[in-house]
């Protein structure tokens, strides 16, 4: 699986600016991050689905980004990060966005090994969104945990009813990154040029812990016609934000190989899930 290594090797470098034009590995007024996690769910995804690599190569499936999806049940709307689906109409194929050229889109930083493998792929072109057959959710808990957590699990909780109120079949994915540095540096703490830097506190392990245990607690589902989430990855990582190392934490609290939310068992019910729902696609 690449998408975790991805993400902590691209999110190393600064590359968001605030308006004083300073350069941070995250910024909590982008969604890069997001972007960045939710494009290497789609690629481990695409080198681990044969039925999907022949549906892209058919020109059956497309993604779409940033889609507002509206809950039939409820009428409610939302926008999701990434959906794949079957093109809109009579959608032809060209299109000037594609899998690969989101990579520099978002600044993702991939290894050889890692370009040759997306070279190697069918071209998943970006395109008019039809039917949504997955749907992916991405958020982090960088800092302030116990504060932010409240909003996070609300926000997270309204995207899988708000893509299986639209359509049951649909697959609904999440991901969270929580942070396990005890020090970190807010962007929006330190917005005034030249001042000394404010550094934000953490109780490590203790503050990520209690994040992780709040997103365990929402719902998942074994089949269709359940409340929940088909899949969902909790990737926790250790990031002062400060321009210095960034790691993926991979011991405790975060979720080991076999624990339902470890990245790997994620895209194993995301494989399973698409061959079971999508095979006559």
């Not at 059956?60 to 940033?66: A, E, L, Q, R, Y």
């Not at 959710?137 to 932010?148: L, P, V, Y």
């Not at 649909?170 to 929580?178: E, K, L, N, R, W």
């Not at 942070?179 to 503050?207: C, V």
Request: with cysteine.
């Amino acid at each position: 699986m690449h998408g975790p290594d991805i993400l902590v090797r691209t999110l190393a470098r600064p590359t968001r600016t605030d308006a004083s034009g300073r350069a941070w590995q995250y910024h909590s007024r982008s969604d890069h991050h997001s972007k960045v996690a939710c494009w290497g769910i789609v690629f481990d995804l695409m080198l681990n689905s044969p039925l999907l690599r022949r549906q892209v190569e058919a020109g059956t499936v497309v993604f779409g980004i940033n889609h507002e999806m509206r809950d039939f049940v409820h009428d409610r709307k939302k926008n999701l990060d990434l959906v794949l689906c079957t093109p809109s109409g009579a959608a032809g194929r060209g299109s000037a966005q594609s899998l690969a050229s989101l990579a520099s889109d978002y600044e993702i930083d991939l290894t050889a090994a890692e370009r040759a493998a997306l070279d190697g792929l069918p071209r998943l072109e970006r395109g008019p969104v039809g039917a949504v057959l997955m749907a992916l959710e991405a958020k982090a808990s960088m800092t302030a945990h116990q504060r932010a957590l409240p909003r996070l699990y609300d926000e997270l909780n309204s995207s899988h009813l708000t893509v299986h109120g639209a359509n049951d079949q649909a697959i609904a994915a999440g991901f969270f990154m929580v942070n396990i540095s005890s020090r970190y540096l807010s962007t929006d703490r330190n917005k005034t040029p030249g001042a000394p830097d404010a550094w934000s506190e953490h109780a490590q392990p203790r503050d990520a812990t209690l994040a992780i245990d709040k997103i365990r607690q929402l719902p998942r589902r074994a089949r269709t016609g359940e409340t929940g989430y088909d899949a969902f990855a909790i990737v926790v990582v250790d990031m002062a934000n400060d321009g210095g190392a960034l790691t993926l934490h991979e011991g405790p609290p975060a979720p080991q190989p076999g624990d339902i939310h470890h990245y790997a068992s994620m895209i194993d019910r995301l494989t399973h899930a698409w061959a079971t729902r999508f095979k006559d696609l």
